[in-house]
């Protein structure tokens, strides 16, 4: 079986990082799931949380 891997699409506003992990848990992925983030562009509610969720998954975003 392939593991399972998950892409963020914009990461929220500073300080939405736990609310993006907890909607990745519902369905079904832990942080170290994420493949890769996108930031579609870099208006702070689309970027806010960036840096940390990049900590929190050891990820990259490809901006």
Known sequence: ???KRVAV???GLSGEHEKVLEHLRKI???PNDVEVII???GH??????L???K???G???PT
């Open 1 to 3: 079986m392939q593991d």
């Open 9 to 11: 699409i914009d990461a």
């Open 28 to 30: 079904g992925f832990a």
């Open 39 to 41: 930031a579609t562009h």
């Open 44 to 49: 702070h509610d689309h970027i806010g949380s």
């Open 51 to 53: 840096k940390t969720l």
């Open 55 to 57: 900590e929190l998954t």
């Open 59 to 61: 990820r990259r975003s």
